[in-house]
């Protein structure tokens, strides 16, 4: 019965994670098509609160797949290391672009470039690793026997193209709720097209998966059909509010309504196919780990999603309500200007110039940044010696000695960065400004 726990774990946290990086996902991909520099600024300001606490629920999916069910974990990655590794490459420049788009002086429309692209590469390749696994992979006795490119069917494909145009969804539907103004209004436009996209993407990947599953779906049982038959109906009456909600108060009504349309998709999903999570025979109890590992898995991650959905509800709730850009910041970029006139921009930049510089709020005083340094590369040591522990004879290199050599030697290249900064004047925040 633990396995079936475990199980609901890992439907759990990617049901989150479909919902939750789905949007912003969807509001960069939104962005390639948007030619307005100060709607794209607009939508990146707008996830950069909250893009990395969503990415987590992929983490906790893939710690609980990993603890949970190792045959499944075991069975899948091999056989889709590509797309997976494209896909985190896709994460780091998109991490860079959102952050570098928000605070580089320059280069504004190739972050923003870079933000969209990675943004659609991800997606994509989600779908490819989400197509190929429905369809099954080549397998034996928990072990991968297929091909580097099996993961490249016309399925996943079909798959790859159908949860962008769901995560384009989520992005307009969040961006109806969280802005104003123009943007606010293109969402409500473009978010009747994209619900009718989906419906024909999810009508395609459900008549496609009957052919592209190797295994036969159970249908005769009573319980299965009325469980999916209540899934798909749940999911058509969320559609059809999202519908009648794009364009129309509350603004808050379509985000909700395709939240619905997408966990009574993921439901419905199961219900067809479970207990078989790779096709064509690897059931959940078949792939399960042993009942002490399950219990640590239940103890250990299980406790670790209630703080984790409390930090995305505080996130919520500390930016609740519409998003508008700040005033100084448009008037101070110069790629911003489609709104404001050189003479706001000259005025703009005389206060700044005359404006008081507060200091942010994590610049304490030097003994504090060298503490909180010090502490970091202790935890680093900590880090390396419990890898140690884990791997015993795997990784001998890494003795105490290895040890005590990279602490000491990234802890002197650290001060001797420090000293160099600020023989140079980079503390110098009110230089900095300038």
Same mark, same amino acid.
């Given at each position: ?74 069975? &899948?990655? $091999? ?25 580089? *002086? ?18 994509? =390749? ?5 197509? /190929? ?25 079909? =798959? ?26 293109? +969402? ?25 599953? $190797? ?59 479970? *207990? ?27 406790? =670790?999603?209630?703080? &984790? ?38 005025? /703009? ?6 404006? $008081?510089?507060?200091?942010? $709020?994590?610049?304490? *005083?030097?003994? +504090?940044?060298? &503490? ?63």
């Amino acid at each position: 019965m633990l396995e079936y726990t475990s199980y609901a774990l890992v439907l759990f946290a990617l049901g989150a994670y479909l919902l939750l990086d789905g949007y912003d996902l969807g509001i960069g991909i939104l962005s390639l098509f948007d030619r307005s520099d100060r709607r794209r600024k607009e939508y990146n300001e707008l996830i950069a609160t909250a893009w990395d606490a969503n990415e987590s629920w992929l983490i906790l999916a893939g710690v609980a797949l990993w603890a949970g069910l190792p045959g499944v974990y075991a069975t &899948v990655l $091999p056989g889709v290391y590509l797309p997976l590794v494209v896909m985190l490459l896709a994460f780091v420049l998109r991490g860079a672009a959102i952050e570098l788009q928000s605070a580089a *002086p320059g280069y504004l429309r190739g972050w923003g470039l870079v933000f969209g692209l990675s943004s659609l590469v991800a997606s994509l =390749c989600q779908g490819l690793v989400a197509g /190929a696994v429905l369809s099954g992979l080549p397998h034996r006795g928990g072990v991968f026997t297929g091909d580097t490119f099996d993961w490249f069917t016309p399925y996943s494909v079909l =798959c790859a193209l159908g949860l962008a145009a769901v995560h384009l969804l989520a992005g307009a539907a969040w961006l109806q709720d969280k802005t104003v103004g123009t943007a606010h209004h293109r +969402a409500g436009l473009l978010g009747r097209p994209l619900l009718l996209t989906v419906a024909a993407a999810g009508v395609v990947l459900a008549l496609g998966l009957s052919l592209a599953d $190797p295994q036969r779906f159970r249908f005769d049982e009573p319980l299965r059909t009325t469980l999916f038959g209540l899934a798909v109906a749940a999911a058509m009456v969320c559609g059809a509010i999202a519908w009648y909600g794009f364009g129309r108060r509350p603004d808050w009504r379509p985000f909700a309504a395709v939240a619905g349309v997408e966990a009574a998709g993921l439901l419905a999903l199961v219900a067809a196919t479970a *207990p078989v999570v790779v096709p064509p025979n690897l059931t959940v109890h078949a792939a399960a780990s042993p009942h002490g590992s399950q219990l640590f898995l239940l103890i250990g991650v299980g406790g =670790c999603m209630p703080v &984790v959905l409390a930090y995305n509800i505080y996130a919520w709730w500390v930016f609740r309500g519409k998003f508008t850009q700040p005033a100084a910041l448009t008037d101070q970029s110069p790629a911003l200007t489609d709104s404001v006139g050189p003479s706001d921009i000259t005025a /703009a930049e005389e206060h700044t110039a005359d404006a $008081p510089v507060s200091r942010a $709020p994590g610049d304490g *005083p030097r003994a +504090a940044v060298v &503490v909180r340094r010090v502490l970091v590369t202790l935890l680093a040591v900590a880090a390396a010696a419990v890898s140690q522990d884990i791997f015993g004879g795997v990784a001998t290199w890494i003795d105490p000695t290895g040890i005590a050599v990279f602490s000491v030697t990234a802890l002197a290249v650290w001060i001797r960065s420090d000293r160099r900064s600020a023989s140079a004047g980079e503390f110098d925040l009110r230089a900095a400004e300038r």
